[in-house]
């Protein structure tokens, strides 16, 4: 039996029954990624010693009668994750020999609920764009066509999933770095709520691994199955012991509905600062007409969304506000310089961008409570929701563009150019005031590639999108292999 393709439920479950071991599973893990991960680059730092190692261990708990919520399931790490004794670059070249000597919170975390570890997946420079390429590593390929981004920054971690390199994977999340890598390639993803999820060890080099709650990003769990992501998700939360003195087990509330028919849900296809393709439209209502069909309340409108544009501007703001953090002081004065040169008038996404990057902290903490107004109206909205469907991105995944800098790119919309990082408004949706957002695969694009949606639901309600994904999956489909 091949068992690429199965999902990490599946695989424990025949694990437990004794169908197969996990060093049959991890050889032949490892076996595919030796034959088709030459034509994708997605495992960018194999370590396929130790978990051949572990698999022998996970083999021999098993015999002993210990059973764990991953153990013996091969898995992949995004590469920004710290694992003791590899590499952590974040495809910065000249920290290409920068090996932390301990693991990130979420890869002890793995290791302790008995995953196997096949190794790092590929990232783009500073894990800033929407495709996953760097001088170190080179370029990661779309297993659904060659010649496009499987995303970014979590590209590899989607690629090695729609390619069969392991059951699971963890990502981070804050620019849709999950979620449209997931979209991309047909598979799972999901951005939790802001702050369930610790993230120490997940750290640029050289800076130390510090307990930091950080703006906006998060670590989630991706998978080629929606169940797989609330298993894993139950592995990555939970506190920090560096900070609360030991772990301890997070009680989210349970999902609000268990059918269909009882969700009450909002679509958004629209948004006003860009424009929305075809093929997502497609995507977007073919969940749709999915939920009227199972007698779910639907709505395409609702006066309790808080205003898109003046949310895509504070997400730009905040966003920039701390990329810019550790840029050079000679820089930083040239960007102050261009600012203030800037129209009071201009309120294009590129001026707030360029504002956000010179934010003083009087200005974020303006715009700070500006968010928390948002997120009094997200809570309003979900009083009278229990999620919001919406694209991920404008497009499915786009052929490879390297060229110049990232402000210098455009993104072609159904033959309309759009600047590159303006595509990012639909992720800021749920990451701007912090909600948890589930990417699942909604059909195909009329050239065959995959084309996903975002389930956005309540804050530390993670268990709702969740749950709708787990109902869609069986209603509508769910991943399908590269042909």
């Not at 497609?282 to 949310?311: H, I, K, Y």
């Not at 309540?458 to 590269?482: S, V, W």
Request: charged share 20%.
């Amino acid at each position: 039996m091949d068992w690429n393709f199965q999902s990490a439920q599946e695989l424990a479950a025949a694990l437990h029954a004794g169908e197969v071991t996990s060093v049959e599973l991890t050889d032949e893990a490892i076996a595919r990624i030796e034959r088709d991960d030459k034509a994708i680059n997605a495992i960018c730092v194999p370590d396929f010693d130790r978990a051949r190692a572990a698999a022998r261990r996970a083999d021999e708990a098993r015999a002993r009668g210990e059973d764990r919520p991953l153990l013996g399931i091969p898995v992949t790490v995004k590469e920004c994750y710290n694992m003791a004794g590899l590499p952590t670059t974040w495809g910065m070249p000249h920290y290409a020999n920068h090996v932390p000597a301990e693991d990130a919170v979420q890869v002890s975390r793995l290791k302790a609920a008995g995953a196997v570890l096949l190794g790092k997946t590929n990232v783009p420079v500073m894990l800033r764009d929407l495709q996953s390429f760097n001088e170190i590593y080179g370029t990661t390929n779309n297993p659904w066509d060659r010649g496009r981004t499987p995303g970014g920054s979590s590209g590899g971690s989607a690629a090695a999933l729609a390619a069969g390199f392991g059951a699971l994977s963890i990502g981070s999340d804050l620019a849709g770095s999950l979620r449209t890598p997931a979209h991309f390639c047909g598979v799972y993803g999901h951005k939790p709520t802001l702050g369930l999820v610790p993230t120490r060890g997940m750290v640029a080099p050289p800076a130390p691994a510090l307990p930091i709650d950080l703006d906006l990003a998060v670590v989630g769990p991706m998978a080629r199955a929606a169940g797989d992501l609330a298993l894993l998700l139950d592995v990555m939360a939970g506190p920090d012991p560096l900070t609360h003195g030991v772990a301890y087990d997070v009680a989210l509330p349970p999902a609000r509905h268990e059918r269909l028919s009882d969700f009450r849900v909002l679509i958004i296809e629209d948004h006003p600062l860009i424009a929305t393709g075809s093929a997502v439209r497609a995507g977007v209502n073919r969940v749709t007409e999915a939920l009227v069909g199972e007698g779910a309340r639907v709505e395409r409108r609702s006066p309790l969304v808080p205003d898109p544009t003046e949310a895509a501007t504070l997400y730009m703001l905040l966003m920039l506000s701390n990329a810019a953090t550790s840029l050079p002081v000679d820089v930083y004065e040239q960007l102050r310089t261009r600012a203030a040169a800037l129209s009071a008038h201009d309120r294009s996404l590129d001026a707030a961008r360029l504002r956000g990057m010179v934010l003083s902290h009087r200005d974020w903490v303006e715009a700070n409570n500006r968010r928390e107004l948002h997120r009094q109206g997200w809570r309003r909205l979900f009083a009278e929701f229990d999620a919001v469907v919406c694209p991920i991105t404008p497009t499915p995944a786009f052929p490879h563009d390297h060229n110049g800098d990232l402000q210098d790119r455009h993104i072609d919309i159904d033959g309309v150019e759009y600047p590159y990082f303006d595509q990012l408004v639909w992720a800021g949706v749920a990451t701007m005031p912090g909600l948890p957002a589930t990417a699942i695969p909604a059909g195909r694009s009329p050239e065959g590639l995959p084309v996903g949606v975002q389930l956005i639901g309540p804050m530390f309600e993670d268990r709702t999108p969740l749950r709708l994904a787990e109902l869609l999956e069986q209603k509508i489909g769910g991943f399908q292999p590269p042909e």
